[in-house]
């Protein structure tokens, strides 16, 4: 591989991903169980314009041609992920079998069409039965997240070699604990470094129950962001510490090295608990890979009032902003994989979102999506991946973030991550030149990185 060769290794995983809350749709079809995304969408006020997942990219009824566009796009892999209230519609217990067969039937279409599946057990969209009872708040979850994992592996173990327990746990916590921008909504210095742990315990507890019953591969996915200190002060330094334990160190050390950043206790204060020793041999188990999950860096410096990690960010006037106020940092990609390495002994990575909104233009008449800032951003991250993997990183694949455009959460749909443009009005599917660039990089197993779309 010379540094103008941007081929990738033989059996690199090239794919989209999505999750079930933001694309399926139907959320109580077929016997499901609320979520805890149902419940929030339909508090007035909590989403962008009142947007709900209801109905989404319908993708519950219209799967199967969403396969088969993935197919014509020459796609090797789709990461999913399953929503836990359609399999077990109270959390735990009883198993409803039309939910599970909606997976079950997704990942044979997908197999069928040459297409690896990589299922995420829990994309942010608890069952509300279960946040009756504490949610993540509860230590009992882990189990129950055990529980609910093992029916998933029972079942689709035979055709998914690619696991992942929890999807950003930092977001779950931060978001939906700590800030309250997310479901539950919660607004708590205290509950968050407990939803924190029992996260933790859950994707120890479900990576056990994979040991027993699973014979593949199974990982945990975070979203880093490298933090990079805006001066050398020492206020600026120290602030950029704690930045960096609190979002990058705070899931993965735990899971990989057994105990939580030492700067955890002096970024929440009393509210930091002490957890018995023995929850660290659950948390931490032997991981197949980790899902990694990068959109942007920070510039990072002191801010007294940005509770509680007390660190704010500095904004860059001649950087390249997306339509989430991300800055564009393709390089932090490369040294994140870097800090992987070299922190956590290089493991085997899969980059399993990467991606940005931007202001696409609208459907042409001649039916093209001419969004190149987006072909810009793949072509600049995806040469970044590949910087890493010359440098020694052990990077087994790519998931570019979304496959669609989809519901972004309390943003609503007026965010559009998608490879593909989606008409929420008629659900029609339009493949914008990032699509098209991206097959030829995929089919091309990374040579045609710097063609034109
Ligand atoms: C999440 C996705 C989300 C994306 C863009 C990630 O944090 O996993 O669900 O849509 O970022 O914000």
Redesign the pocket.
């Known amino acids: 591989m010379t540094a103008h060769d941007t081929t990738f290794p033989e059996d690199f995983l090239w794919g989209t991903a999505t ?1 079930a809350y ?1 694309i399926e749709g139907s959320p109580l079809a077929d016997g499901a169980g609320p979520s805890i995304w149902e419940r929030f969408v339909h508090t007035p006020g909590l989403t962008i314009g009142g947007d709900t997942g209801d109905v989404a990219c319908d993708h519950y009824r219209r799967w199967r041609e969403d396969v088969r566009m993935m197919a014509d796009l020459g796609m090797r892999a789709y990461r999913f992920s399953v929503a836990w209230a359609r399999v077990m519609p109270q959390g735990r217990g009883s198993v409803n079998a039309k939910g599970l067969d909606f997976y079950s039937r997704l990942v044979d279409e997908l197999l069928a069409r040459g297409i690896t599946p990589m299922t995420t057990l829990f ?2 969209d608890l069952p509300a039965a279960l946040d009756d009872r504490g949610g993540w708040l509860n230590p009992d979850i882990a189990h129950w997240f055990a529980d609910y994992a093992e029916v998933m592996f029972k079942a689709l173990d035979g055709r998914v070699r690619h696991w992942a327990t929890l ?2 746990p930092w ?1 779950v916590t931060d978001g939906g604990y700590l800030h309250g921008a997310l479901a539950p909504g919660h607004r708590s210095l205290y509950e968050a470094p407990i939803a924190t742990h029992h996260l933790l315990r859950a994707h120890g507890a479900a990576v056990q129950r994979y040991r027993s019953v699973g014979k593949h591969h199974i990982g945990l996915v975070v ?1 880093l962001e490298p933090k990079y200190a805006a001066s050398d002060s020492a206020a600026n330094q120290a602030a950029t510490r704690r930045a960096h334990a609190y979002m990058n160190g705070q899931y993965l050390d735990p899971a990989l090295l057994g105990r939580y950043p030492e700067e955890m206790p002096e970024i929440f204060g009393a509210a930091w608990p002490e957890w018995p020793a023995a929850d660290f041999d659950l948390i931490r188990q032997k991981l197949d890979f980790i899902g990694f ?1 990068y ?1 942007t860096r920070s510039i990072t410096r002191d801010a007294p009032e940005a509770w509680p990690v007390r660190a704010g960010r500095v904004p860059q006037p001649q950087g390249t902003y997306t339509e ?1 106020s991300w800055e564009v940092f393709p390089q932090g990609l490369t040294d994140t994989l870097q800090w992987i390495r070299e922190r956590y002994d290089n493991p085997p990575v899969y980059i399993t ?1 990467n ?1 940005a ?1 931007f202001y696409d233009p609208p459907v042409a008449e001649n039916g093209r999506v001419v969004d190149s800032l987006r072909v810009d951003y793949l072509r600049k991250h995806i040469g970044a991946v590949h910087t890493a993997i010359a440098a020694g990183s052990d990077i087994r694949g790519y998931f570019a ?2 496959l669609m455009d ?1 519901f ?2 309390s943003l609503g749909f007026a ?1 559009r ?1 998608g490879l593909v443009h989606v008409n929420y009005a008629t659900q029609q599917r339009t493949p914008k030149d990032s699509a098209r660039y991206y097959s030829r990089v995929v089919a091309s197993n990374g040579a045609a990185l710097h063609e034109e779309p």
């Open positions: 999750s933001q994309h942010w999807n950003e977001v979203n999950n959109y989430t979102e991606g909104a973030w979304s989809n972004e959460w965010k991550f």
